[in-house]
Each structure stands twice: as C-alpha cells, then as structure tokens.
C-alpha cells in the first residue's frame, strides 16, 4: 500500500477506479474499510482513499493538531496521487477537515460534499464529545467502549436490526481498534471546529447531507453550513444514523453522484 508523509507523520492511502477524481476523508475513528459497502457504489470515479493520522495503517501523532493540520494531509495525499484537483466527500470529522481543505486551497478542490458535520459546536454537541472523552478515559474495556460509541453513531432502525456486541466484537476481531490517546487527540479535533465565520469564503460547489435519525450532529448543524456557503445545496438520506455511507450505501452514493455529476 503506497504512503506519504505530512508535518512528519506516514499516511497510508490507495487509489482505485477511474474516472473523475474523489477524495474521500473519514470521520472520527473510522479508517478506510468504513467505505466498504459505499466504495462499489461509486464505480465512474477514481476513489482516492486514506487512513487519517491517529487511525488505521497511518502513523500515530505526538501531539495535538486540528482539522487544518488535517487538511494538509489530505493535500499531501493529493499531491502523492499525482492530483492536481478533486471533488471531495468528508463525513463528520471528515466534513470538518474538507471544510478547511477547501478555504485553505480552492483551486484543489472541484465539488465538495459535507456530509454529518457541522460548523461549529452548540451546547448539545459539546456534551455529546465531553460524555464521549469521559467514557473513553474511563473505559478500558474496548468492546464496551466500541458498544457506547456505536449507539451514539447509529441510527435506532439499524440498531433494530443487528446485534451490537457482536457486531462491534466483529470490528474489534478484524482490526478495527484505535487506541485511547489517539482517539481523544481526533476527539479534540471535532471539539474545537469553528469555520462558521468562514463559510461565505467557501467558493466550490457544495452539497450538505444530513440524515433523519442522526443523533450526533442534527439537521440543523448541517442546515447551517448550506445556509453560510452561497449556493449550496442541501439533501436528507433518509433511514439513517450518523452514517449512511455503512447505515444505507445505495441512497447515499445515488445523492453524492448525482451531484459529482452535475445532475
């Protein structure tokens, strides 16, 4: 698997398909395999996928950062690909870092979709990641931990419908683990976004998504990033949770490529 370095950290990425270029950027403990059921979907595109730093087969960091720290990253995985321009997709966390991507270099990105993310922080969201920072302090039993994570990031409907402990066994067994330090450095990240005055500056074409049953970052967080980026369009995935690239793949590629695509 190719890498490249940014601020000193080793980024792993991969690239696949062909056609128009897509840099896909994920949330908050969630590495590429997160995009295994929405990858297949989004046949016509070049997918250009990596593995955040703290996550995965990329390097650990030292220290804190944030979501422009982040953003060269992605940058740096770009210029490795040998791609001068993307659209770009970041969910959660991942919309946070595309946001600053695209204040930061507007010339690298060419459509630019935010999907379960916001702007800034409110009072509910703030004490949504301070809970979270607690249980994972507090937690050292990581099927536990990866249970109360996953009730926050799922929607009811798919936690009707799967069994949770042994779905997050099933992650757990596969190598899906993010250790304590790094998941609190990226938790950081998402505590400390603030582009909200900053998001008339956004000059790429944007889609905001937001999902019915998200319980992380309602409909009204991502309203208000469609509401600050002029001309931004905004679209609801519906049956949803805070993932719909895992919770419903076929609606949410349909969204995201027709608006690649122009359409």
Known sequence: ????????????????????PVLIISGLSAERSFWALT????????????????IGKSARAKGPYDAADMARDALAV???????????????????????????????????????????????????MRLLKELRLQLDNELTFGAALTTF???MGTLKKIPL???????LDAGLYQEKDAFLRQLDVC???????????????T???????????SPHMVREIADGIHGAALDEI?????????EAPENFATTVRAFLKGS
Request: hydrophobic share 40%; net charge negative.
């Open 1 to 20: 698997m190719p890498t490249t370095q940014n601020d000193g950290l080793e980024l792993a990425y991969q690239v696949s398909g062909e056609g128009p």
């Open 39 to 54: 990858r297949p979907l989004l046949s016509g595109f070049t997918l250009i996928e990596f593995d955040n730093r703290d």
């Open 78 to 128: 770009l210029d490795a690909a040998g791609i001068p321009k993307a659209h770009v997709v970041g969910h959660s966390m991942g919309g946070m870092i595309a946001q600053e991507l695209a204040l930061m270099t507007p010339q690298r990105v060419d459509r630019l979709v935010l999907s379960n993310t916001i702007a800034r922080n409110d009072l509910y969201t703030t004490e949504i």
């Open 153 to 155: 990031v799922l929607g």
């Open 165 to 171: 402990f042994a779905a997050v066994q099933q992650s």
């Open 191 to 205: 505590a400390k976004v603030d582009t909200i005055a900053r998001l008339g500056r956004i000059s790429a074409p």
């Open 207 to 217: 889609l905001a998504i937001y999902c019915d049953d998200d319980r992380m970052f």
């Open 238 to 246: 519906l049956d949803s949770g805070h993932c719909p690239m895992v």
